[in-house]
């Protein structure tokens, strides 16, 4: 069908949009501060079959993770089988999943009786059951022990949303309330996403409006491939290593051989290490997501992301890995841990090739503090904390401080917010001076964050990496300082681990200390900017 | 003073550009509209001349009203004198670690974030500390104010933001300090008094801007007073759409940091209530950025704050989004499709067309191939328009696609409509209502152009532009009420609520709203007081407003909050909810009349050109004198006056009213 390319963009413009709106809508009306303070949320559109074609500002992990989100969901669920109004929730990992915290809510959007497209609603939920309040269990042997395992039921049909399955949910998670303003927010995003398309296939016509969808792939395709021509061919490995988790808890190896030919690259993630005993397994559907990620940023180009980008890409994990440990395997931290480890990996395998496309190891690391307290009704009051850090400094400049890397884009809950909340009193924000790698660029710098516990107790999950392997150096740049987690009880220093759950009294100090990004180049830092 | 003969009422918006000036005698139903170069460097002498281009002494000023992007400019150029940052200790970097969130998802070659608003250098950590109900749990003593006092010295700053945890909820040691401080800096800014609202961050950066602005502010404003004396009579536009006198202006310019696109807003206003239109967005399209507004019942709507490049102004305004394309957006054709800014030309080089040495096609050059503009058209320094040079940069892009000039350009203005619909789609949206329900307001240089093409990609029916579309913001500051405003975070749960202490508040924020009004001559009596209270689910972040009279009636906010959630998100629950804050406006309305203006007569072509259209190429088409425009135009045709054009496209009329606005519809008259 020959396209106006006006209209193509026109369309495309309205696919973002609608994605946008979505995530606005999360935003504003959502209860849990994760959701509403930091932001732990995406939005996308797909076409009838399930290919990405728009998305919002949110978060590049989960956006990477859409690409398969309805795809795998049309294996189990056909498409003949749903109907007009109906909404599906589900969050299990073989159905493109992540963790089970991030709990999809999937609209097929219909013209005349057709699908024309779906508009999913990604949120991470605070809790979503199991043995730990935040759902985050260290020691998880499994994901049954990690959290409530929804299949694609559901939510909503035409008639409106579904009393049982709301109470199925609600009866599952430490705080209910919550979590159905939550959930009628995620539902009631879907639905301001399907009215923006309906009416842009309307205005467009069902003809123009699919046959654009395709174009949008191609020319996303077109321009990958043309992007991976430019790059030299060869055969390019890099590694890099998680803190713990491999056989006597020693450091787990990610490992990617890169193969680029022609207008096609492989990305060979067999290399990596075995399933680890912790929770930072993922699944194949992260490790693509991420390798969509670093592919883009290897582009160099500012192209749109969709399913297209990703068919000159050939992605292998092997089965057994920690990139592909089973569909019951503990998975929890693996989101946003070992998935920014094969950025890592990526980005040193490619370091000497393109360096002035990539940066530095920076603080890929989400520095998880999970603060829960039970309330006297048996809910529980909860806070997701993430800590940004350093950034990796670049060919032309140094690294940032106190930011977000790569897969990861969520926000800090302000001080004034966490103290009318909960019974935390933030005694310290501030730079962590001095934590950035030297270099002719210097890394930027992490955070420091002190919280006071002022509850009788409180219960505490930690999930942070880059505490024993630092953020890397480029090119002669020096390492970036690791993280730091610190227990102060009664005036003494309680050892503490950074991937744990353990209980809290009254009066602790903890205090975390983020990593600082690697530094770019041998020369001395003060030579050039830097702190 | 003035003389009781001569009541003339001035407005000036002093743009980038050119500062617009609209004078009106209201007994003489006289409207006079001028143009002239802004001066930068000298804004106050701009104002004079200008106020001479409309043929008046400054003894015939009875009132000058003026907005300014000066504020904004300042802001968004980085152009801020040097300010000291006081912040309680521990939390010094805040502006630094800012929310920890960069600005582009995929891009390495641009840093995260944009550097610090005050260099760590300049930021100070206070001993002292309250909790979130304002109780003090470290005092503020006399040491720590000597220490603080002998470091500001050192710095040499002339203005100070003191940004200090939960002054919202106590202003105790924010007061201590601004006493403390005004005979060491010359200006002081407490963040209590800028935007008294929780959340650290967003705070204290309202609070540095605003301290930035103090100086620039200060200057300028009282360069203005010597030597235009007509005391309460001269007054300055503020962003939330109303205007304030000058010397509460000094101490809080952040009020008028987006006073400019405010006015423009304003003036739509007083059009939507004459005009009875319940439903109107403004369209108000310039060279590098277009602003829209949604004006509901004659209110148009507000927000909390927005942003600046990646910095929060958290500061109550009209809730104007403002989008990066305008008539000097660039048009690139990339392999993932064509695009249309946000880069611009800007007005140096500026469009091709404008014959400056510009190289690359913007939306003007397209709108130039197609025979919109006027190739005669004088503006400033600027002579004609080459609508050669305008075909020879937009071929480059034909060639490309495989198409003609004419269908490129087509293409092109589609392509940027595309984008000003998905800011009108942004702001309607926000407010659960449905934008091709509204009546489209356009002006600016570019709205009377592109509203049609835009009224048909969205599927609105109808359309108007204002008969001083060329000095609206200018026209904005003359008929905007007379107003001030103050809000609070209250942070008061509904259930059990207290009401005689919740009332006691409000009563406060009135007095502190209305006393501006009051020490300008307003009488008690002539003061509207509006009030809304800012609501949210307990567990939400984001309050809507719920307007409320007094005596307060929980059951009857409740009831109106479930209401107003449901019809913007959807759906609402039994949850508990809280006031987060109380949105206080005092203002006398306004009770200005415009007529229709006489505008400087200038020979326009009143021949005809050839013009291209959607659907049509290449048709001779009318053009229209605007000034001679009294019955019905059918489309195809060009209205034209000395600043402004209005498309008419095959298959639109325009009407005009007796004061002068058009109306353009589709379909047959």
């Known amino acids: 069908m020959k396209l106006d390319p006006f209209v193509v963009e026109v369309i495309r413009h309205g696919f973002s949009a609608a994605a946008e709106e979505m995530s606005l809508v999360m935003t504003r009306s959502a209860r849990s501060p994760l959701l509403r303070e930091a932001g732990d949320l995406s939005s996308a559109i797909t076409d009838g079959r399930g290919g990405l074609v728009g998305q919002g500002r949110d978060i590049p992990i989960h956006l990477g993770a859409m690409a398969y989100t309805i795809p795998e969901l049309l294996k189990v669920v056909p498409a003949d089988t749903l109907n007009d109004g109906d909404v599906l929730i589900y969050n299990l990992g073989a159905l493109g999943g992540n963790h089970l915290n991030d709990v999809k809510v999937v609209r097929p959007v219909f013209v005349d009786g057709e699908i024309v497209a779906f508009a999913v609603s990604l949120a991470h939920w605070p809790d979503i059951g199991g043995t730990w309040p935040g759902s985050y269990f260290a020691k998880a042997i499994d994901t049954f022990q990690e959290a409530m395992r929804i299949p694609p039921v559901l939510i909503a049909t035409a008639a409106g949303v579904s009393a049982p399955i709301m109470q199925l949910l609600k009866a599952n998670v430490r705080d209910p309330e919550a979590c159905e303003g939550d959930l009628l927010a995620q539902i009631a995003a879907t639905k301001a996403g399907e009215r923006r398309i309906v009416e842009l296939c309307r205005a467009h016509g069902k003809a123009v409006f699919t046959a654009t969808q395709a174009r949008l792939h191609d020319l996303s395709e077109i321009e990958m491939r043309e992007a991976i021509r430019e790059l030299p061919d060869g055969v390019y490995e890099g590694e890099d290593y998680l803190d713990d988790g491999d056989v006597n808890n020693a450091p787990a190896r990610i490992h990617v051989k890169i193969t680029i030919a022609g207008d096609e690259a492989t990305f060979d993630l067999s290399g990596s290490c075995d399933r680890v005993s912790n929770f930072c397994n993922t699944t194949p559907f992260m490790a693509r997501s991420a390798v969509a990620y670093a592919a883009r940023i290897m582009s160099g180009r500012d192209m749109q992301q969709n399913v297209g980008a990703l068919r000159p890409l050939t992605i292998i994990t092997r089965p057994g890995s920690i990139l592909e440990p089973g569909w019951t395997a503990s998975v929890a931290a693996g989101n946003h841990e070992t998935s920014m480890r094969i950025v890592d990996a990526i980005f040193r395998a490619m370091q000497d090739t393109i360096p002035q496309r990539l940066s530095a190891g920076g603080a890929t690391t989400a520095g998880v503090l999970f603060f829960a307290e039970p309330r006297q009704n048996g809910s529980w009051s909860m806070l997701y904390e993430v800590h940004g850090g350093g950034e990796g400094a670049r060919h032309d400049r140094p690294g940032i401080s106190a930011t977000r890397v790569h897969l990861s884009n969520t926000s800090n ?23 950035g790698g030297a270099g002719t ?9 002190a919280y006071r516990i002022l509850a009788p107790s409180m219960h505490l999950t930690t999930c942070i990496e880059r505490m ?64 | 003073m003035s003389d009781s003969a001569s009541h003339w009422e001035v407005g000036t918006d002093i743009g980038g550009t050119f500062t617009d000036i609209i004078a009106i005698r209201r007994e003489s139903a006289e409207t006079r509209i001028a143009k002239v170069p802004s001066r930068p460097q000298a804004p106050v002498q701009a104002m004079l001349e200008a106020i001479e281009a409309v043929g008046l002494r400054k003894s015939e000023v009875k009132r000058f009203v003026h907005g300014t992007t000066r504020v904004t400019n300042a802001i968004v150029e980085g152009r801020l004198p040097k300010v000291a940052l006081v912040a309680t200790d521990g939390f010094a970097d805040v502006l630094e670690i800012a929310r920890y969130r960069r600005r582009d998802l995929y891009r390495l070659d ?75 800096v010359a200006h002081v800014s407490l963040s209590h008094e800028v935007n008294p609202e929780a959340r650290e961050y967003e705070r204290t950066s309202a609070t540095v801007f605003n301290a930035a602005a103090m100086p620039i502010a200060v200057e300028y404003l009282s360069e203005l007073e010597q030597r235009l004396p007509i005391g309460p009579g001269l007054q300055v536009f503020h962003s939330a759409g109303a205007m304030v006198p000058i010397s509460a202006v000094k101490r809080r310019p952040l009020v008028m940091a987006m006073s400019g696109p405010a006015a423009g807003v304003s003036a739509s206003v007083s059009i939507a209530r004459q005009l009875g239109t319940s439903r109107m967005l403004t369209f108000d399209m310039g060279g590098t950025t277009t602003d829209v507004c949604l004006i509901v019942d004659g209110q148009a709507e507000m927000t909390d704050g927005r942003m600046l490049g990646d910095k929060p102004l958290r500061q109550p305004m009209l809730a104007v989004h403002s989008i990066g394309a305008g008539g000097g957006s660039i048009v690139r054709n990339g392999p993932g499709g064509l695009t249309v800014g946000p880069e611009s030309a800007g007005s140096e080089p500026g469009p091709a067309c404008y014959g400056r040495g510009g190289t690359e096609p913007t939306i003007t050059d397209a709108n130039a191939v197609l025979g919109y503009l006027n190739p005669e058209t004088r503006l400033g320094d600027r002579i004609g328009i080459n609508v050669e040079a305008a075909a020879r940069v937009i071929e480059p892009i034909a060639q490309a696609l495989g198409l003609s000039i004419t269908e490129t350009a087509l293409g092109i203005i589609k392509i940027a409509n595309a984008t000003m619909a998905r800011a009108l789609r942004r702001v309607t949206v926000e407010r659960g209502i449905d934008g091709r329900d509204c009546t489209l307001l356009a002006f600016g240089g570019g709205g009377p152009m592109h509203a049609a093409g835009l009224a048909d990609l969205y599927g609105i029916e109808s359309i108007v532009v204002p008969s001083a579309s060329s000095a609206f913001s200018a026209l904005g500051c003359l008929t905007a009420d007379f107003s001030f405003l103050q809000q609070q975070t209250l942070r008061a749960a509904l259930d059990g609520i207290d009401l005689s202490r919740v009332s006691e508040r409000i009563a406060t924020l009135i007095g502190d709203a209305s006393a501006p009004l009051i020490a300008n001559g307003v009488a008690q ?30 059951t009857r906010l409740k009831t109106d909050f479930l209401a107003r959630h449901r019809e913007l998100f959807g759906y609402a629950t039994n949850e508990s909810c809280v006031i987060e804050s109380v949105r206080v406006q005092a203002r006398r309305p306004s009770t200005t ?58 298959g639109w009329q325009a009407r005009p009213d007796a004061t002068g606005n058009l109306f353009l519809t589709r379909g047959t008259p």
Request: glycine share 10%.
């Open chain 1, 441 to 449: 660029y210097r890394g930027g710098d992490g955070v420091v964050r």
């Open chain 2, 110 to 184: 641009v840093p995260p974030k944009s550097p610090p608003l005050v260099p760590a250098e300049l930021c100070f950590g206070l001993a002292e500390r309250l909790d979130h109900e304002g109780r003090v749990l470290k005092a503020l003593d006399e040491a720590e104010i000597e220490r603080l006092v002998g470091w500001l010295k050192q710095t040499g700053v002339q203005s100070v933001a003191v940004a200090l945890l939960h002054a919202y909820a106590n202003p105790l040691h924010e007061k201590i300090l601004g006493e403390r401080l005004k005979d060491v």
């Open chain 2, 525 to 554: 009596a002539e003061i509207d007081v509006e009030l809304a209270a800012l609501m949210r689910y307990a567990a939400q972040n984001d309050a809507i407003p719920v307007p409320f009279t007094l005596p307060l009636d929980a």
């Open chain 1, 413 to 435: 809950t302000p001080v004034e917010v966490i103290e009318a909340n909960y019974a935390i009193r933030v005694e310290q924000q501030a730079i962590r001076q001095h934590s």
């Open chain 1, 468 to 531: 024993v392997i630092p953020p890397f150096g480029m090119q002669g740049g020096e390492p970036g300082k690791p993280c730091r987690i610190s227990l102060i009880r009664q005036g003494a220093s309680v050892a503490i681990d950074g991937k744990s759950n353990l209980v809290l009294q009254q009066g602790d100090l903890v205090t975390i200390e983020t990593c600082g990004g690697g530094g770019y180049g041998a020369e001395a830092a003060e030579m050039k900017g830097g702190r």
């Open chain 2, 593 to 650: 009349v415009v007529s229709r203006p006489a505008i400087a007569v200038r020979p326009v072509s009143t021949a005809r050109r050839i013009c291209s259209f959607d659907g049509s190429h290449d048709i001779a088409t009318a053009i229209v004198d605007r000034a001679a425009v009294f019955d019905v135009v059918s489309g195809p045709a060009i209205i034209e006056d000395a600043w402004s054009t209005v498309v008419v496209p095959p």
